[in-house]
């Protein structure tokens, strides 16, 4: 499978990539985010079997990726399904890329 090229205007803006970076700032969460990766389908609730935490940490660590927009949920009957989103990885890793050479917003407290 070959990448595809993003464009400039698909580069994440940085409050965005500061989200995704944040969501990814814990092991646990790169864990799953692998873990589903590797997967060609949504995974259900096995993700906790295979870390050694309770079932309600690996929802707590879930909702972050879902809410950071790396990890998709769908219901599935009784359970929620999870997928990695790709394509926010991708574009994730792209402004990664990138990041030298655009220029950085300063954001001045006002008193």
Known sequence: MTPTR???SNLLPDRHLATLAKALG????VHILRQLLQQEQCVAGHL???LPLAQSTVSEHLR???EAGL???EVDG???????NREMLSRFTETLSRLE???TVVVRKTS
């Open 101 to 103: 050479g655009h220029p």
């Open 6 to 8: 993003l464009r400039s």
């Open 48 to 50: 906790a079997l295979s």
């Open 71 to 73: 990890v998709s949920g």
């Open 78 to 84: 009784p359970r929620r399904c999870y997928c990695a």
């Open 64 to 66: 972050i990726l879902r």
């Open 26 to 29: 814990h092991p646990v969460r």
